[in-house]
Structure formats: C-alpha cells, structure tokens
C-alpha cells in the first residue's frame, strides 16, 4: 500500500510541478552522502511519519456483494491512515530552491486529493471503490526542534519542508460470510391467548419485493369468557 502511495505522489509531482516539463523525484532520506551524488534540481520526498486517522474510523461492517447485489460476506470498515511526507527542494542556489518548491505547493493545491489516474496497484482498487486519496498541504505536521533532530538523525542538511498529509485507506479484518440468502417470505404472527384473536403479517417475498406486505386478522373465537364469582 505504502509503495503505491509513493508511486502515486512521485508521479504527480514528477509531471505536474511544472507543466510540459518532467521533475527528478527522490524518495531517499536527504541524507548528506544523498546530496553529494545528486544531478541537478531535485525534489526530496521523505517519508516522516505515520499514524491513524481516528476522525474516519468506522465501527459498522462493511457488507459484500455479488454481482446480484445479494450480501454474500461481511468485513470490517476500511481503516485510514495519516501518511506525512516532508518536501524539500534541492538546487544549485536559495532563489532556486525557493522556486522549486513554491511550484509544488501551487500543483499539490489544484485539487485535494491524488487524481485517479496516477494511483496503481491495490492502492487503486480501493479508490475506484469510493476512498480518494486526500491530501492537506502545509499543516504543521511537527514542531521545529522535532523536525531538527530527526534532520539531525538522518544526517540531512536543513531545509525548510513542505509537509504532504495524505489519508490512507488500508483493508482491515476478514470477510465473515452471511448466512444463505433468504427463499421464503417472512411471517410475523401476534396473537391473543385468552381471546383467540391473532394478526399474522406476511412480508415481501424475495423473488418479487415489490408485492408488499400482506396482513391476516383472525377474529375472536366464540369462547365465552369465565364469570367473574
């Protein structure tokens, strides 16, 4: 999943930063060794973290369906995860740098999610499916002296980051079969013991829904009721 969401991000920045003009993408830690060997401008993608998205998590199963629409298994809901990247971009020059990365601040806010087409993988089963990939641009994903030592940690020379947060969903649990389909319609009888009288409601039958419910009444019976002494 993780792989799908670099690719998906990697491409679009690759091809949208500057319109008609493709851009060298990173995925490696900005490590000093890293900045040495790099060839011309180059936009650093770093992974930083990631955590639950808790605001999206759903408690009610997710039904399955086959191709009669009839619930076949259930599972539970989709979980969403927050994945942070860092952004930094990397020239010959400040001015340049600046540059580079105010490009891609203005391609990642055209739109609020990862457009479909460049989402592969098993990634792209679950956005065709209705969970689009979107993306917060610029929130403060952790504060400046968190940001200089995982810098620090790495090896990476500073410079200022762009934070990408985009909600993950991720398939979670194991599809619990339903039971078999229903063949016979459903009947509900109420009825009263003393008097004998009783209602009986007949539900729609499965083959054809639309006919509706059907009631049946049966009277009091002609039992005379015990005298009171």
Do not use: C
């Not at 762009?162 to 993950?168: A, D, K, N, Q």
């Amino acid at each position: 999943m993780l792989s799908d969401l670099d690719a998906a991000l990697k491409n679009y920045l690759q091809n949208e930063t500057i319109p008609g003009q493709s851009v060298q993408v990173a995925l490696d830690p900005p490590t000093k060794d890293w900045a040495a060997r790099r060839t011309g401008a180059v936009l650093n993608l770093f992974l930083a973290d990631i955590r639950e998205d808790v605001d999206r998590r759903d408690v009610n199963l997710r039904e399955i369906t086959n191709d009669q629409g009839v619930v076949v298994a259930r599972q539970q809901a989709n979980r969403f995860y927050l994945v942070t990247y860092l952004l930094t971009a990397w020239t010959s020059t400040p001015e340049d740098d600046h540059r580079l990365l105010g490009l891609a601040l203005v391609a990642m806010l055209r739109q609020d999610y990862l457009p479909f087409e460049y989402v592969t993988g098993d990634l792209s089963v679950l956005v065709g499916a209705g969970f689009p990939l979107t993306t917060r641009v610029g929130l403060r994903a952790m504060n400046e002296r968190t940001y200089s030592e995982m810098m620090t940690a790495v090896g990476a020379e500073y410079r200022p980051p762009l934070s990408i947060i985009i909600s993950m969903p991720v398939p979670t649990g194991t599809p619990e079969a339903a039971g078999p389909p229903q063949t016979v319609p459903p009947v509900v009888s109420i009825g009263d013991t003393r008097s004998g009288a009783s209602t009986t409601v007949q539900g729609p039958d499965p083959e054809d829904p639309g006919a509706g419910y059907r009631t049946r009444t049966r009277p009091t019976s002609d039992v005379s009721a015990p005298v009171k002494p």
